[in-house]
T-cell receptor
């Protein structure tokens, strides 16, 4: 079993839709959770960072962590064509310096 | 563009060639990383340098040789590569005590 599972998609939605991206994980020691966005031919850029359980909102983006279910989500409201990219979840435990575990990435296409 | 730069952006090499990838970070970080990104796979951590010392070598074949001359620069020396080594090679940096890594744009490597 992979430590982090993420549906690769592709996920295609119309402009303005609410998008839900998800990852599940198996290691209960994970404490830090991140979402990266990667455009074609670019490196990943940090989108959201959350510590432990709870919600975090930044503009149209909301990150949720449910540690009891080992499940994290990224919601995108009012999706735009410019949101079309691959979204990578990443996580790590405390005390494990630098070793991020990544999901496979979900490819999202927002159609105008 | 992020504070992490990588050169070259594209590289085509034969199996007998020797080449080097270069990474430079302008963020004042003290940890640097090499990742391999292949299609349909999660990012694979290759090497970690913390305070200019290699702290992780993730079972990477010896045909990949990293070098970190100072906290701002990281190299990946390549020799006698195989076609299956074709991938996007990403460099990242962070502060050792912080969780978030910042990525460069990557070098797209093709081995013929």
């Amino acid at each position: 079993q992979k430590e982090v599972e993420q549906d690769p998609g592709p996920l295609s939605v119309p402009e303005g839709a609410i998008v839900s991206l998800n990852c599940t994980y198996s290691n209960s020691a994970f404490q830090y959770f991140m979402w990266y966005r990667q455009y074609s031919r670019k490196g990943p850029e940090l989108l959201m960072y959350t510590y432990s359980s709870g919600n975090k909102e930044d503009g149209r983006f909301t990150a949720q962590v449910d540690k009891s279910s080992k499940y994290i989500s990224l919601f995108i409201r009012d999706s735009q064509p410019s949101d079309s990219a691959t979204y990578l979840c990443a996580m790590r435990s405390s005390g494990n310096t630098g070793k991020l575990i990544f999901g496979q990435g979900t490819t999202l296409q927002v159609k105008p | 563009e992020t504070g992490v730069t990588q050169t070259p952006r594209h590289l085509v090499m034969g199996m007998t060639n020797k080449k080097s990838l270069k990474c430079e970070q302008h963020l004042g970080h003290n940890a640097m990383y090499w990742y391999k990104q292949s299609a349909k796979k999660p990012l694979e951590l290759m090497f970690v340098y913390s305070l200019e010392e290699r702290v992780e070598n993730n079972s990477v074949p010896s045909r990949f040789s990293p070098e970190c001359p100072n906290s701002s620069h990281l190299f990946l020396h390549l020799h006698t590569l195989q076609p299956e080594d074709s991938a996007l090679y990403l460099c990242a940096s962070s502060q050792v005590e912080q969780q978030v890594q910042f990525f460069g744009p990557g070098t797209r490597l093709t081995v013929l």
